[in-house]
């Protein structure tokens, strides 16, 4: 080889290296922290007698805690059928308020079906209104029908 062929070889060889090396730590990092939306989650910080995975459940829970709109969406819908924990639409009325506020459509609009029906918190149409206009701005079609109801009554 000439010496032009050896430093593109060994050019190559520090690529090839990094590459995998970056590789590698992504991967390592992707073990220890799954996305939240990927996580199969059965759920919360009250776990029922048929309770199973209650470290992935507590890992959950710590994401929702952090401010994970998906996870703090998803434990509203957890507490609201009671899966995993006992039911509590309190409980799922806090934390579809928590990912509501971050902009999460569904829990927008589950947090709009709450203020109408009266579950977990007071009826109140105003904030039904309100929360359903926040969903249906970002193209949620079940709000943008209930926005609609709304008006008819």
Known sequence: MTGRTEVIAGII???IAGFFGIVGVWYQHYLENPEPEKTTVTET????ETGKNTQQLEKFLKRAEKGNAVAQFKLGVLYTKGEEVERDLTQA????????EQG?????FKLGRFYEKGKGLEADLTQAEH????????GH???QKSLELLSKQ
Do not use: S
């Open 13 to 15: 060889a520090g690529i």
């Open 45 to 48: 910080a009250q776990p029922t």
């Open 93 to 100: 009325a806090e934390w579809y308020r928590k990912a509501a």
């Open 104 to 108: 999460h459509k569904n829990a927008q």
């Open 131 to 138: 929360w359903y206009q926040k969903a249906a701005e970002q």
């Open 141 to 143: 079609q079940n709000a």
